[in-house]
């Protein structure tokens, strides 16, 4: 049985419109996109580590930070941060997701 996500955020990729949703009583992400090879690229990004530059307070001043997006909600919306530039997916945050 599929658990519901608790957090859906929306992406689009080209014309398709689709969400990642992140449940967070087991940390585990489900990615609904109708193109089914950018929905493997998205998946596989946000199974895999990733160096996430995490500003220090200051303007221009970044510690590179290893994440994954699984571990807790603030790492799973720091990774998505770099969606867009390491697979073209762009995540609309405004856009509700029904």
Known sequence: ????????????YEN???????NTTNNSINVQLDHAGKRGEVEK???QE????????????????TMLASHGIADF????????MR??????????VE
């Open 50 to 65: 990733q160096v996430i530059p995490i500003s220090k307070g200051n303007i221009g001043e970044f510690a590179h930070v």
């Open 87 to 96: 697979t073209g997916v762009s995540v609309d945050w405004s856009r509700p």
């Open 45 to 47: 990004y946000l199974s």
């Open 1 to 12: 049985m599929k658990q519901s996500a608790d957090l859906k955020i929306c992406i689009r």
């Open 77 to 84: 919306k720091a990774v998505l941060t770099y969606l867009w």
């Open 16 to 22: 398709q419109y689709g969400y990642i949703g992140y």
